[in-house]
C-alpha cells in the first residue's frame, strides 16, 4: 500500500480513507473508517463509533462501495 489514500470521502465527521494494493492480480481495495472529533484545539480522529454514528458509517460506506466498483469495473 502506498503511505497515502486514493481516496476520502467524508460525511460530518465520519470519514472513509481508501487505500489500493497493486497486486499480480490486480488492484485491492482497502477501507479504513474513522471519526473526527476536537480534543482541545487539535483535530483527532478514532475507530470508537457512537450509536448516532452509525447512519452515517452506512452512507459512507455505500459511497466507499460505489467509487470501489466504479475503479474496478473502469
Partial sequence: MSNQPVQEIRRGRVRA????????????YNTIFTKLYKAGDRWQDTAHFGVNDLPLIVQVADLARAWILQQIQG
Avoid: D, R
Wanted: no cysteine; aromatic share 8%; proline share 8%.
Fill in 17 to 28: 480513507s481508501i487505500w489500493v494494493n497493486e497486486t499480480e492480480h490486480g488492484p485491492k
